[in-house]
């Protein structure tokens, strides 16, 4: 495997998107928010199925915003996204971080939710993200850190599952504890204005509870991932099953808590 190319560990099964589609500008990228301005121009980058885009495209009426993925088949479920809710300042195109076919100095923020965990050189694509960016424009990144997310009640299976999670997107050439090196990957990038926090989404409540668990018990079962664990070696479709199982079990509990951290980084690119 070329260190440009990472395989995108989820893939894009229904218990994915059902995630995906949940994400929304509020949720997933609070952090850039005041620092958007209505005429700016934006990229989107690992749009998948455009929630977040749509969002963004809204908040710059009379800006442009494009949203890029490898995936060209959830491109077109991101049209529908912006189509559906009446959107002309936005458009979809497939793309490689690590090589953006956009001139330098176009976009006055470039924005990436959940991308450099997934690619074979975040360095690199920070540099490319860095290219594209307008003089005085921002990068705004941020990425899960699987390693850090915490729950209750305690159990096994989900140990088992962070364990083997971290391990099938390892092999598939990621990082799945991107968020704690985001900084570090600016600064090697050669970005030098870089303001790092964190944010975190919290599943407490029973409704919360159902949906978190469910689509993670049937992401273990049915996804890429899952093929990708089997095919790997990492784990048999019996162990696959116990995991599931753990996930439905600690979403039945009524004090049951999981909390996801990510990492973040607002960059203002030198005038």
């Known amino acids: 495997m070329s260190k440009e190319t990472a395989v995108y560990t989820h893939g894009h099964h229904e218990s994915v998107l059902r995630s995906h589609t949940w994400r929304t500008a509020a949720n997933s990228a609070a952090y850039l928010l005041d620092s958007l301005k209505p005429h700016m121009k934006i990229l989107d980058i690992g749009c998948g199925p455009g929630t977040i885009t749509a969002d963004l495209a809204e908040l710059v009426p009379d800006g442009h915003v494009t949203g890029v993925d490898r995936a060209a088949g959830v491109l077109e479920q991101a049209r ?3 189509a559906a809710r009446g959107l002309v300042n936005v458009d979809f195109a497939v793309a490689d971080v690590h090589a953006l076919e956009y001139p330098d100095d176009t976009f006055c923020v470039v924005h990436a939710h959940q991308v450099l965990q997934h690619v074979g050189d975040p360095v690199q694509a920070l540099r490319e993200i860095h290219r594209v960016t307008r003089p005085g424009g921002f990068i705004a990144v941020r990425d899960a ?3 850090a997310m915490s729950w209750y009640p305690a159990s096994e299976g989900l140990d088992d599952w ?3 999670y971290r391990r099938v997107a390892r092999a598939n050439g990621g990082e799945p504890d991107a968020g704690r090196r985001l ?3 600016a600064l090697s990038a050669g970005i030098g204005d870089v ?4 944010g975190t989404w919290t599943f407490a409540t029973e ?3 159902a949906w978190w668990s469910g689509l993670w018990a049937d992401r273990t079962l049915a996804s890429a991932y899952a093929d990708r664990a089997v095919e790997g070696g990492h784990a048999t479709p019996e162990r696959l099953r116990a995991v599931a199982d753990a996930w439905r079990e600690w979403g039945r509990h009524e004090d ?3 909390a996801v951290l990510h990492g973040e980084i607002l960059c203002r690119k030198d005038v």
């Open 183 to 185: 900084k570090s990957w």
């Open 80 to 82: 529908a996204t912006a």
């Open 162 to 164: 962070l364990d083997l």
């Open 256 to 258: 049951g808590w999981f």
């Open 195 to 198: 303001t790092a926090s964190s």
């Open 207 to 209: 409704e919360e509870r």
């Open 145 to 147: 850190d699987y390693a």
